[in-house]
């Protein structure tokens, strides 16, 4: 059965400083990956996906993340946060199989604080 | 173009009654999911449909159920409603399958009482 940790629940990060969140993933097969944030009252918005090619894929917000096999990870990047990136950020894992009718697998999501 | 959208965005039910959520797809998706998120159990997968047929389920009991219309819109239903089933129910989109980017939409709050 496939899943996803987020190791880290809470995240704590100053305004304009970097930010990383850890992903760890795992699934039999090649797997489609994906960050979504979700701000309070909100659904989710696709930040990025990874699903083959390049290991390092961009996404919305000046988001990144780095698929690294060898480690079933899948973590997400920021270079300079803003005030506004405080939510809750989730890392949910597909299937690559065809015809796929299987849902997401999500992690249990990190909430991220932006000090000012 | 629109988003997804859902209806109604907060519901308070009381144990026992029945609830009927709804979803409407972005223009031109066929496939709609729906997912259960709540605190303690974070976000789940419900069940996803397209064209009007059912192709996977979660592992939900049976009083969870839904069904897709022909224009895509999608309804999902919960009978005999139990507290734990207090939750923010979400429903995502997408063209064919859910390999694809999902469009989520903001979801139905649900209370029961």
């Known amino acids: 059965a496939q899943s996803v940790t987020q190791p880290d629940i809470h995240i704590t990060v100053s305004e304009g400083a970097s930010l990383e969140l850890r992903c760890n993933y795992s699934y039999g097969a090649t797997p489609y990956l994906f960050w979504y944030v979700q701000s309070p009252g909100q659904g989710l918005q696709l930040l990025l996906k990874y699903f083959s090619g390049d290991t390092l894929v961009q996404g919305i917000k000046g988001f990144e993340a780095e698929f690294k096999r060898s480690q079933s990870s899948f973590n997400l990047r920021k270079p300079s946060v803003h005030w506004s990136d405080a939510a809750e950020y989730f890392c949910?894992?597909?299937?690559?199989?065809?015809?796929?009718?299987?849902?997401?697998?999500f992690g249990k999501g990190t909430h991220l604080i932006i000090q000012p | 173009k629109a988003g997804v959208t859902q209806t109604p965005r907060y519901l308070i039910k009381t144990r026992g009654q029945q609830v009927t959520l709804s979803c409407s797809p972005i223009?031109?998706?066929?496939?709609v999911s729906w997912y259960q998120q709540t605190p303690g159990q974070g976000l789940q997968f419900l069940f996803e449909y397209f064209s009007e047929t059912q192709r996977n389920k979660g592992n939900f009991p049976g009083r969870f159920s839904g069904r897709q219309f022909s224009n895509s819109r999608s309804e999902m239903n919960v009978s005999t409603l139990e507290l734990g089933d207090s939750a923010l129910y979400l429903c995502?989109?997408?063209?064919?399958?859910?390999?694809?980017?999902?469009?989520f939409g903001p979801g139905t709050r649900l209370l029961v009482l």
């Open positions: 949910a894992v597909g299937a690559s199989s065809g015809g796929g009718a299987d849902g997401l697998t």
């Open positions: 223009s031109g998706h066929r496939s």
């Open positions: 995502a989109s997408s063209w064919t399958n859910t390999q694809e980017t999902q469009y």
